[in-house]
């Protein structure tokens, strides 16, 4: 007599912990900043040193558009943790090497 | 523009240093969160065997850009020119390549995961204490550079002394390990590749601008006292010091475009375990072949500024120049306030992220490779873990004293490549003839490595200045060129003690070797599937690769 030893999987995207979304959102705010520099704080050495191109403006809407694209993509096509699969691959490294936890 | 090559200060102001903590902050954080609540989300992007290839390609390339390439690179640049794009167009991407479509199947079908382990299988015991030994002494010797590097950012930002700035960059390193633990290190090592290419790619643009695009490049550089041509790549004899033209090209197409970068790429087990935690042997090969693309293009932002760097007179006048400083330079004369910080902090990243690797890939070596399994075996988990902690201490506090020995280089890229001439060299050199030869015995395998590195060590020291203060110029060899000699011995000498103490000792049996050496290994075992479209096939997207990268090359001859 076999028990039938299938669970029902139990998925759920990767969210905030999908590294992508942490990605964009630490660009996102970067961008953020440095537009909101590129802006107010466009002094005349920045002016000296950059041949008077605000390079904070710049990289910042770079890297806020950067992060945007990102974003679209983790929420477009999402990676999907299976929990189940999760621990029998657990299971599986345990047995072949002890783990160190941290 | 004249820059002022004296004493190198950052002027970071507030918004730099929050930007800065903020990265920390996102850093640790992750860590601290994914320990307090177990997080199966964290946990499949650390351990899970499904990841998309794409996910691993980016992971792969994060893993490989270190601030040790960054600083190293960027010094080349200033230093010698366009031959340092050899380290990428050659000595790079023709390896990721063979790995992806050679090497990644043999390891994926062989189960091993670990460059230990596959010398414990296919020789033995010794052999598997040689290498385990000779790694770890690596990674201390490496940690050294990562902690120099990091002292000199830590330096230049407050003025402090260099060893004391080295003793806080090691605390501060310390308390990352500590405090992040495994989920903050896989994190920030792909965060610290978005953040690095952020700054560096407005670096290069502002810095090309200045210097007057191309054409201005050239003009400056070659008005400057190079001894070779630093506007073109072949033969190369900046990067080498060779004074023959034929001999340069030799020495970095079989020093570096094989020895070293082989040995590298396909011994290099952190980055193969990126790739190897794909969801299939397919992907798992693409993993690192969808590297490569990035990985073509990124010396444009790193070699680049550092030739930027030296056209703008950051090197100009007499007195020895640190080429370390290409990038700081940069930093200092051409950021405002808020990319300064992106950058700082991107550094400070990468810096903390590969002496975090290197002190982990010790403390696993250490504490499982050659504590448990040779010293002290038996004891419960608990145990192994408070000799982790102990050794991570002990290996953290040598790094600073091997980054004392470091800081002598005024281009650590020459240092780099010295120690991977001693201890990647030999061992890929053992690696390659015991999977294809299967008559290979144990004995030759340890033998082999040891002379391989014995071999390279007397090249170093032979040599002007491979080895900074140590080395004694019996033979006029230098630079970097000194040092893909020492790879060739190594190999060679390897290669060589291998074959001869094979004829004299016993092999073992053909059927402990099955799936180590590539004849024993059933043809089922390696199949390529098939697959829908093009660019899903290993095969064809490598060719792809290599036609780019040869263009590249006569593009920018």
Known sequence: ?102 | MIMDSSTLRLDAGPVDYILIALYFVFVIGIGLVARRQVSSSVDFFLSGRSLPAWITGLAFISANLGATEIMGMSASGAQIGMATFHYYWIGAIPAMLFLAVVMMPFYYGSGVRSVPEFMNRRFGPAAHLVNAISFAIAQVLIAGINLYLLATIVNTLFGWSIWISTIIAAIIVLSYITLGGLSAAIYNEVLQFFVIVAALLPLTLIAMHKIGGWDGLSHKLHSMNFAHDPMQSWPGQGLTGFGSATLSVIGIVFGLGFVLSFGYWTTNFVEVQRAMVSKNMNSARRAPIIGTFPKMFIPFIIIIPGMAAAGLGAFSGSGTHDYNNALLFLMRDLLPNGLLGVAIAGMLAAFMAGMAANISAFNTVVSYDIWQTYVVKDKDDKYYLEFGRIATVIATIVAIGTSAFASQYNNVMGYLQTLFGFFNAPLFATFILGMFWKKMTPAAGWTGLVAGTVGAVIVGIASQDALGGLSQGWVGLSGQGASFVCAGAAFVVDIIVSVIVTGFTVPKPDSELRGLVKSLTPKEDHAEEAVAHWWLSPVKLAGVSLVLVIILNAVFH
Do not use: C
């Open chain 1, 1 to 102: 007599m076999t028990a039938d030893t299938t669970t029902a999987p139990r998925k759920h995207t990767a969210g905030i912990f999908d590294v992508r979304n942490i990605i964009a959102v630490l660009m996102g705010i970067y961008g953020v900043v440095l537009i909101v520099m590129g802006v107010v704080n466009f002094s005349d050495t920045d002016k000296a040193k950059a041949d008077d191109i605000n390079l904070n403006l710049w990289s910042g809407l770079g890297m806020l558009i950067f992060a945007i694209l990102m974003a679209l993509w983790a929420y477009l096509r999402p990676i999907v943790v299976d929990e189940v699969q999760l621990e029998r691959d657990k299971a599986a490294a345990e047995m072949e090497r002890p783990s160190t936890s941290d």
